[in-house]
Every structure is written in C-alpha cells, then in structure tokens.
C-alpha cells in the first residue's frame, strides 16, 4: 500500500478526459507501443501520449475511444516521440494495460472529481 497522502495532493494530479483521434504505430519504442493523438476540448487542445497499450487495443478500436490522462505532468521524450500526456490504465493478470474512461459519454477535457 502507498503513503497516505492529503486531498491537497491528490488535487494536484489534473486528469482529464479527451477522445482519441489519431493513432500510429510507434516502432522506435522499446515496448510494443501505440502514439496517440488525443483531443481534450478548446481549453486544452491535442495532446500527445505514447501508450503501451497494443495488447487490447487494435488501432481502429482506439480512434473516438475517450480516455482518462493526467495532463500537468512534464513532457517526456520517449525515443523520437514527446508524450505530453500519462494515459491512464490498469494492468490486468497478465500486466496488460487496460484503459480508464467514462462508462458513458461526457465533454472534452472534463476533470476528474
């Protein structure tokens, strides 16, 4: 289990939702990979994220998927590629990701509460 930490903390973490809208393969990664395109609304716009997601996901069943990530971290060079964005999942038995996202629609860069 990890520290506790205080709501304060947690507010610090911005994790927004946004919809994918454009993925390619990213063959310069290390792991399996997808790069991702994902638009999070007029206040935030496209950002990008590198995601090692290529178990579940095909690249067809990822474009219009709405995602969670958190979107104030530091960008982070990964090969060739900046991910400006951490794409939220969950490992499953096999520690595959699986994604996070709204069971139902919601707008664009809508913040988690």
Do not use: C
Not at 10 to 37: M, S
Not at 54 to 59: L, M
Not at 92 to 100: E, P, Q, S
């Amino acid at each position: 289990m990890a520290d506790e930490i205080s709501i304060d903390d947690f507010l610090k973490v911005d994790i927004r939702i946004g919809t994918v809208v454009d993925v390619q393969p990213f063959e310069k990664a290390k792991k399996p990979a997808w790069k991702l395109w994902i638009d999070f609304g007029p206040d935030f716009g496209v950002k990008k994220s590198s995601a090692q997601i290529t178990v579940h996901y095909a690249r067809d069943g990822l474009i219009g998927r709405q995602v969670a990530a958190v979107v104030n971290f530091p960008p982070r060079q990964i090969a060739d590629f900046m991910s400006e964005v951490l794409t939220l999942g969950f490992s499953d038995a096999d520690g595959a990701i699986v994604l996070i996202g709204p069971e139902r629609p919601v707008p664009n860069g809508g913040r988690m509460h």
